[in-house]
């Protein structure tokens, strides 16, 4: 998920570069919901994996 964020990021710092603006909001609109997404899954995980003990 983490990936699809930074290519999502990339992708729109290009748009960006070459003037599309409306691809570029669209893009970082989405990386900012897959990168809150990924930090909420890992933190989910990481009190998952201290409530198990392992």
Do not use: D, E, K, N
């Not at 748009?15 to 603006?21: P, R, T």
């Amino acid at each position: 998920m983490l990936y699809w964020a930074l290519i999502f990021l990339v992708v729109a710092l290009i748009a960006g570069l070459f003037g599309f603006g409306g691809v570029a909001s669209a893009s970082v609109g989405i990386a900012q919901i897959l990168f809150v997404l990924f930090l909420i899954l890992a933190a989910v995980a990481f009190v998952v994996q201290l409530v198990r003990g392992r």
